[in-house]
């Protein structure tokens, strides 16, 4: 009996055991779940949308379009087709809003972001990453384009039944400040000044049947031109002016640089067709030449250079965007950082199917097959 009651003992013992790891083994499952489920939620929320949600690089669009980036306030702006968000430079979503927009459009400067519609009515004005816009409106007549200073005054040009095209200036509040228009002349591109007094037009007519691209520099304020001039044979495609006070104007043959007052810098004609420019508010314009599918031509263009340098592709160009220490330059392969005499500092991998970036704080955010990347410049 008493081998029988020990058996009888190591039996329970057994049982007791057993039940045990049965409970540990569902408590571990249990808990594997619990982290798997907040793993994937911190994953959705990183990839798709909770506001304050850290996320980090690469940033997950599943299922959008991303369209543009820009920066605004040390904020990562991104427009997709579904919505406008902003990132700090760690990756963290602070805002999001949807736009609901077919051809949604954006500019930003300083700390301003301007959301619109290209041939929509529908526009909204927003402050670095506020939750709130600082204001909005709908215009009359469809909206073509619009650009934003750094100082919040907002240029709209609109179609119009009697004008070609009609500017408005708004104040930063959303009250109209100025207003032009021309029955004779299509507004191509536009660059205002600080206080939205001043605005630089690239303009469209038809001159006795011969079509004429225009340079306006005009006083609002005062309602009289400043400066007046037409570019023989060109067609126009961006003015912007530049931190020297002048104007970078970029048309489909050649580069034209301008002082102040309008004087002719110089005049660059291209030895093809551009397929990429930038044409920012930096002293350097960049423009890429078409050389066929094995290579392309990068030119930069400085204030009073008609070619600081030149850099020949070593494949496709996808992109390029100009930075203050020098050139970007996106292949679908890898991402080239070139100094200001065009001379390679950097060579990251990456692989992408457009040239979608912006830089701001030292980094480079590129879309790529994963999202948007990350790349230190420095």
Not at 134 to 141: G, H, V, W
Not at 286 to 314: F, P
Request: aromatic fraction near 8%.
């Amino acid at each position: 009996m008493e081998d029988i009651n020990k058996f009888r003992k190591k039996l329970r013992r057994q049982s007791r055991i057993k039940s045990l790891l049965v409970l540990l083994l569902i408590a571990a499952l249990a808990l594997a779940a619990y982290f798997a489920f907040d793993y994937l939620q911190k994953s959705s929320s990183a990839s798709n949308g909770a506001d304050g949600a850290a996320a980090g690089f690469p940033l997950s669009f599943s299922g959008e379009e991303i369209i543009k980036l820009e920066s605004a306030k040390n904020f990562l702006v991104v427009l997709t087709d579904k919505q406008l968000a902003f990132y700090t430079s760690k990756g963290r979503r602070e805002q999001t809003r949807q736009h609901g927009g077919d051809a949604p459009m954006i500019k930003a400067n300083g700390s301003y972001v301007v959301l619109y519609e290209s041939r929509g009515n529908a526009l909204n004005v927003y402050f670095g990453a506020s939750e709130q816009p600082q204001f909005s409106f709908e215009t009359a007549n469809q909206i073509s384009l619009c650009e934003i200073t750094p100082d919040g005054y907002l240029a709209v040009v609109t179609s119009h039944e009697k004008y070609e095209s009609v500017l408005t200036v708004y104040r930063p509040d959303g009250s109209e400040a100025y207003k032009w228009n021309s029955a004779k002349e299509q507004i191509l591109s536009l660059s205002l000044s600080k206080g939205g007094n001043k605005v630089a037009m690239l303009t469209l007519a038809s001159l006795d049947g011969v079509i004429q691209t225009n340079v306006t520099d005009y006083d609002l304020k005062n309602n009289k031109e400043n400066f007046r001039m037409s570019l023989d044979g060109a067609a126009g495609i961006s003015i912007t002016q530049k931190a020297f006070g002048g104007y970078h104007i970029v048309c489909q043959d050649r580069i034209v640089s301008l002082a102040p007052n309008g004087d002719v810098l110089y005049e660059n004609r291209f030895d093809g067709m551009p397929r990429f420019f930038c044409n920012r508010e930096s002293d350097n314009t960049a423009v890429i030449l078409g050389r066929g599918h094995k290579s392309d031509l990068l030119m930069l263009y400085g204030e009073k250079e008609e070619n600081i340098g030149r850099y020949q592709s070593e494949g496709s160009i996808l992109g390029t965007t100009v930075q203050e220490s020098g050139v970007v330059v996106m292949y679908e392969d890898k991402t080239v950082i070139l100094n200001k005499r065009l001379k390679e500092i950097k060579n990251a991998e990456s692989r992408k199917e457009k040239g979608v970036a912006v830089c701001f704080g030292n980094n480079l955010y590129q879309v790529s097959n994963l999202g948007i990347e990350k790349i230190p410049i420095k």
